[in-house]
Each structure stands twice: as structure tokens, then as C-alpha cells.
């Protein structure tokens, strides 16, 4: 792997400009890349420079959860000195992509139950979303701030989630309750949620409404709307 390459490539078999030789392992898809990326681990000029973001933002810790690649998102779970409130170019943290990945599961499922393939984001992959729970939970705990984190759209992983969520997707139903049993919650929606019309002095609802209870209400998820009550 070249610490440094004339590449601008984004596709996870190739290396991406300016990637890490961690980040190049971790975005192989194999048993070989993540022993090398362990021993690059046993390097200290690895470790002290662990946080390196390349050029889509992505450090080593955002690499391995968006590649699922849960061998190495736990070995980088040990070093302090990992930032957990890192975010990618589209200001996405470890959280958001957790989040979308249980999201993203989910929508395969249903569209594969009503013959509506154009969802499925992991075709290849039947996967059971309640083994993510758990990661969500211990990522809170490792760092509480990074549940009212916005991406570049201003949304936070609960909004997200709400959003999404189904009255049949039981484990984001779960991940939203815990999240708004947490004190720290954030309940705010972004700030270009609410549309107005200049020209015509009209508030217009936009795609979401404005407010997470009226999203949830919307959805008639009732034990959402009984949390946010």
C-alpha cells in the first residue's frame, strides 16, 4: 500500500487519494488486508497518526464501520486517543453511518418481502439489524456528544431514524427510544426542514414537516409519539 496516492478513485477495491496504508487495508474486503491492517496497528507512528482523514474525510474508524468491518472497528475501539466524533466529508460521524446501515438493512428486507428490489441497498447480505443495537448503545457511551452531531444536511442520527422508521422495524423503534431517553438529546430539526415562500408569504410544509413529533405522528408510531410527549 502507497501512503500517498495519484489516484482519485472511490471505489473501495482501489486506493483513494491520499489514503493511509490503514485506510487502504481496511477498505479491502479480506481476511489477508485486515492482518496487515493489525499489524500496521502494532506500529506507534500508525497509532500516533490514527485520526488521519483521506480525501472523502473518512479515518480509519469511519472506513471500518461504513465497510462493515467489525474485526477492526473493535481493535480501534482500544487506543484513547480515537475520535469518535470524526466526520466525513458529507459531516457523517460512526454514529450516522450505524444508524443508516440498520436503515439500510431494513429497507432491503421490506423491499425484498414486497418484490421491490430498487430499495435493497445490501442485496447480497441477509443480515439481522438487532446485532448492530448493541454497537449504537456502547458508541453512545464511548461518546455521548456524538448523538446531537448534524451531517452536512444538519440532520442528526435520531432524526434519521425517525424519518425512516416503520411501524414493522422494531430495532430502529428500540434504537429511537434509547436515544430519546438520553438527556442530552437534541430534538431540533434542520434548519431547512420548514420552507418558506418568500414570494407568496406562505409557510409551506417541506418533505418532513416541522417538528419530530409531527414526523412521528405522520407515521402514527405511537410509541415514538407517547417518548416525545
Known amino acids: 500500500f502507497a501512503n500517498n496516492a495519484n489516484n482519485n478513485t472511490t471505489n473501495n477495491d482501489e486506493i483513494i487519494i491520499n489514503d493511509s496504508p490503514l485506510i487502504c487495508a481496511i477498505n479491502k474486503h479480506s481476511q489477508d488486508a485486515n492482518d496487515i491492517a493489525l499489524a500496521l496497528l502494532k506500529r506507534k507512528d500508525i497509532v500516533k497518526g490514527i485520526n488521519f482523514q483521506n480525501a472523502e474525510g473518512k479515518s480509519a474508524l469511519l472506513a471500518s464501520v461504513s465497510n462493515d468491518n467489525k474485526q477492526i472497528y473493535n481493535k480501534l475501539l482500544t487506543f484513547d486517543k480515537i475520535d469518535y466524533k470524526c466526520q466525513d466529508n458529507e459531516g457523517r460521524t460512526c454514529l450516522h453511518l450505524l444508524v443508516q446501515y440498520v436503515i439500510d438493512i431494513y429497507w432491503h428486507n421490506y423491499s425484498n418481502y414486497h418484490n421491490r428490489n430498487h430499495y435493497g441497498y445490501y442485496s447480497d447480505r441477509r443480515e439481522n439489524p438487532d446485532v448492530h443495537y448493541d454497537r449504537i448503545v456502547d458508541l453512545y457511551k464511548r461518546c455521548p ?21 416503520h411501524d414493522k422495524f422494531d430495532v430502529l423503534l428500540k434504537i429511537i427510544k434509547y436515544f430519546l431517553d438520553q438527556k442530552n438529546v437534541d430534538l431540533s430539526l434542520p434548519s431547512d426542514i420548514l420552507k418558506v415562500d418568500i414570494e407568496n408569504q406562505d409557510e409551506t410544509e417541506g418533505e418532513y414537516s416541522n417538528s419530530l413529533l409531527h414526523i412521528a405522528c405522520t407515521k402514527k408510531i405511537h410509541e415514538i409519539v407517547d417518548k416525545l410527549l
Open 145 to 165: 456528544q456524538i448523538l446531537n452531531i448534524s451531517n452536512k444536511n444538519g440532520q442528526t442520527p435520531l432524526f434519521n431514524c425517525i424519518n425512516n422508521v
